[in-house]
C-alpha cells in the first residue's frame, strides 16, 4: 500500500522531502506559531495542507507521479519547500532540481479523510473538519452512510467486532466529493477507501487497510 511521510516544521523552516512516487506527505507543527503549507494560487499542481497550529498535523497528500513542488508557509515571507518526487525505486541522490521543470505532466492528488465511527456497517458516520484555507474543504459535515455489499459489511463489522473495537477508522474520498455531496449529486461514493491505525493511535504514520476492504468499494449516504 502507499506509503506517509512526515515532514516536520521546526524554527520557521520545512524539512527536505525526498520521496518515490505514490506517497503520502503530511505536515506536523513543532513551532509555537502557525504556519502553512500551500502552493501560490493559480498553480496548476496546486496543494494545500494548512492552515497549521502549533502541535497540528496535516491531511495527507498524495504524490503520484515524478517532480520537483515547490510550497510556501503564506504567513511567513522566505519560509519555503519542497517536496521531490522521484520514480519507484530510484535513490534520492540521483534527484536533481531540473527532474521537472515542466510541470503539465506532474501533479499531486487531495483526498478527504473523514473520521469514521459507529459499531455496525449500516450506521456509518464520517466528520469533516472545514481547512478554510482550502475551498475545497470549506465544509464542516456529519455524514451517516453504510456499506450495501455484504462482503464490505462483514470486513467492516468483523473489525469494529474485534479487540481493535472503537480504534479510529478513517475512510478516503477524492477532493470533489464534498461539493458533489452539497449539490445533491453523489449519493454514493464508487471507489471508497478505509484506513485503520492499529500501531498509531493518532493516525500520523499512515494506516492499515482493512482485510476485506483493501480495494476501492461504494460507500452509500443515508443522511
Known sequence: MEKTVICDIKDNRFSPIVIEKDTYVVWRNLDS??????????????????????????????????????????????????????????????????????????????????????????????????????????????LQASLPNPIHAAAYDALRNSSYGNGKVQIFHNHMALTDIRDGILTVLPESSFEYYPNDPDGILGGESVAGLDEKFPCRLTR
Open 33 to 142: 506559531i502557525p504556519h502553512s503549507a500551500e502552493t501560490l494560487p493559480g498553480t496548476l499542481n496546486y496543494f494545500n495542507a494548512g492552515p497549521l497550529f502549533p502541535n497540528d498535523t496535516s491531511s495527507p497528500i498524495y504524490f503520484s507521479k515524478e517532480g520537483v513542488f515547490n510550497y510556501i508557509c503564506r504567513f511567513h515571507r522566505g519560509m519555503n519547500g519542497v517536496v521531490k518526487v522521484t520514480a519507484a525505486g530510484k535513490s534520492h541522490h540521483e534527484t536533481n532540481d531540473h527532474d521537472s521543470h515542466d510541470h503539465h505532466d506532474h501533479h499531486g492528488k487531495h483526498f478527504h479523510g473523514f473520521v469514521t465511527g459507529g459499531r455496525s456497517s449500516q450506521q456509518l458516520f464520517m466528520t469533516h473538519t472545514p481547512v478554510l484555507a482550502d475551498s475545497r474543504h470549506h465544509f464542516q459535515v456529519i
